[in-house]
């Protein structure tokens, strides 16, 4: 271990001579020299990542647990972890960074351009943990709230120039051997113009947005995969039992998951949580004897975010911080065995938590809401009465104040005039974002942006070398650590 340090050490300072050459900025090279090197190696990784799950995001979660179990000592258990960091996340050609970027980041070691999947400028694939994992002979998952071909999930077991290219995305995983890969995305694995008579598992279509006849759920079934999707999937998911040496596949929906708050509220259908898609792959990974790395992300946070979601954003932090308790559990069992890390990958919409001069946050406001924002979007279709009535029982907005009216009317106006405003580049619906503006200054909060913002990200550690995860990092920093940490090589 010592000598691999002077080595880092030397290869540091070449490095740093070189960077100074040549006109990368954001090229800095960090410390990887760890804090106890006496420890012994994890057997059990768990990588989670929150997906936009910035300080606020986190913050606000716990205060809002709180407000509705009345607890007021009630803490997120990833908010318990004994070590924690703070990180940035500029990627390469910009300070603010997209989840491939970032994800990228936290896979290799490296930093690229946003849009880039484990690739460097040059084109070259940059090696990721699960990868070295593999290598290694460890049991590896991969699993997500969104399509599992999504940036975050794909920089772990894919490398593409660009994160649109899903379908290529979910042709690479194919050779990436995971052993554990469930969540969205169905759409890209299935052969142009499939139709099956089975909805997904939220009820949704299955679709195929591919531009080729290639079956790749077919394939991973000649790979040996135990392969299951859609609404049947779901089923299946809660009675498989899986055995040592295994190999999962299962996708539920064609594109992402549902919203939690979506899926709480919805009778019809009861897509697995989260939590439970990561026991299940604690069930199955934990039986290699050459331990495993797991990667779970909460994808769903940052798309709340986006549209200004104070209670969807909150209710997928919950349910993200549910998965962690997973791991938390399997981590008291076997605590000298075990490292779990949780870091977010950028923070998404400048959440801000106090806008008024009164000094509170009034977080039971938001206990009223029962539908994501997204969902709702559309939902103002000319009949003003009807969308007064309806974000009354969709999200508790009665009693309105003259000055919430003309919020929300004007909102009505935009959509009757076909009108977005300038900062609405993804055109998100301007009735439900007056809604949900008057929503979050109810309850005491405030967003500065429709996109992701340059702020730092808090991570949180616990087990074997957690301890070398502290201070003030980069993104690129925490899977070098992790990487020496458990004798994983990057690149
Ligand atoms: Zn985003």
């Not at 290694?136 to 975050?152: D, P």
């Not at 962690?324 to 008291?332: R, T």
């Not at 003309?406 to 619906?429: E, L, Q, T, W």
């Not at 502290?470 to 994983?488: K, P, R, S, V």
């Amino acid at each position: 271990m010592k000598k691999r340090i002077i080595g880092i050490a030397l290869m540091t300072m070449m490095i740093l001579s070189l960077s100074l050459q040549s006109n990368d900025i954001f090229k800095t090279v960090n410390r990887t020299v760890l804090a106890n090197t006496s420890v012994k190696t994890p057997k059990y990784i768990f990588y989670f990542i929150g997906d936009g799950m910035g300080t606020s995001q986190r913050q606000i979660s716990e205060y809002y647990l709180q407000e509705i179990s009345g607890d007021k000592d009630r803490k997120l258990v990833m908010n318990t972890f004994p070590h924690s960091a703070i990180n940035t996340t500029h990627s390469l050609n910009t300070l603010i960074t997209d989840s491939a970027a970032a994800g990228t980041a936290l896979a290799t070691g490296h930093k690229t351009n946003n849009g880039v999947i484990s690739k460097d400028t040059e084109g070259n694939n940059l090696k990721t943990l699960i990868e070295s994992a593999e290598e290694k002979g460890m049991a590896t998952g991969l699993v997500s709230t969104t399509r599992i071909t999504h940036a975050t999930p794909a920089v772990f077991a894919s490398h593409n120039e660009s994160r649109g290219n899903e379908n290529d995305i979910a042709v690479d995983y194919l050779d990436s051997g995971v052993d554990y890969i469930v969540g969205g995305g169905l759409r890209h694995f299935l052969p142009m113009d499939f139709t099956d008579n089975q909805t997904d598992a939220f009820g949704g279509k299955i679709y195929s947005k591919r531009k080729d006849d290639k079956n790749v759920l077919a394939e991973f079934r000649n790979q040996g995969y135990k392969v299951r999707y859609g609404l049947k999937g779901v089923e299946e998911f809660r009675n498989d039992v899986l055995e040592k040496g295994d190999k999962y596949l299962n996708l539920f929906t064609a594109s992402h998951l549902p919203y939690t708050i979506d899926d709480d509220n919805n009778d019809k259908y009861d897509v697995p949580t989260l939590a439970e898609i990561t026991s299940k792959g604690i069930d199955l990974l934990s039986k290699d004897d050459d331990g495993f790395f797991f990667m779970i992300e909460g994808g769903r946070i940052d798309h709340a975010c986006h549209p200004n979601d104070p209670s969807g954003t909150i209710m997928d932090t919950l349910a993200f911080d549910k998965a962690v308790e997973e791991a938390y559990e399997f981590y008291k069992k076997h605590p000298q065995d075990t490292l779990i890390i949780v870091v977010g990958d950028h923070e998404t919409g400048g959440l801000g938590m106090g806008v008024n001069t009164d000094y509170f946050l009034n977080l039971q406001e938001l206990e009223k809401a029962t539908m994501s924002i997204e969902e709702f979007q559309g939902s103002y279709t000319g009949d003003r009465r009807e969308y007064y009535k309806m974000i009354g029982e969709k999200f508790g907005l009665t009693d309105l104040s003259d000055e919430e009216k003309a919020i929300i009317d004007k909102g009505m106006d935009m959509v009757d005039k076909g009108i977005i405003d300038s900062g609405n580049a993804y055109k998100y619906d301007e009735a439900a974002m007056a809604v949900t503006h008057v929503l979050s200054e109810r309850a005491g909060i405030y967003w500065t942006s429709y996109a992701h913002t340059a702020t730092q990200i808090p991570m949180s550690a616990i087990g074997v070398g957690a301890e070398n995860y502290n201070g003030f990092m980069d993104n690129t920093t925490i899977a070098e650590i992790t990487a020496e940490i458990a004798g994983l090589k990057l690149n």
